[in-house]
């Protein structure tokens, strides 16, 4: 399992809202795909994957104010061909 933490997107951020999921669990991510829209005070932002996987679960709902650092999701490694 990889967590993926809520960046800091600006110096002194200490929060963000999550305005939407732009990724639905069970769906294959690859690293730069994006992920989550999230609100500062002074920025909208989409957030990338920083790795490949399958979001497998998703920890803090669009409306939601998450503190920097916070896992907002988990996504597990690609399955492997057999």
């Known amino acids: 399992m990889m967590d993926f933490a809520l960046p800091s997107l600006a110096a002194g951020q200490r929060e ?3 305005t939407r999921w732009l990724k639905q669990p ?3 991510v690859q690293t730069g795909d994006a992920l989550v829209e999230v609100e500062t005070e002074k920025v909208n932002s989409e957030l990338e994957s920083p790795f490949d996987g399958v979001l497998s679960e998703v920890l803090a709902e669009a ?3 998450v503190a920097v650092g916070r896992v907002i ?3 597990s490694p690609l399955p492997t061909p057999d």
Do not use: T
């Open 16 to 18: 963000a809202v999550i």
């Open 73 to 75: 999701a988990r996504l």
């Open 26 to 28: 069970g769906e294959v």
């Open 63 to 65: 409306g939601e104010s």
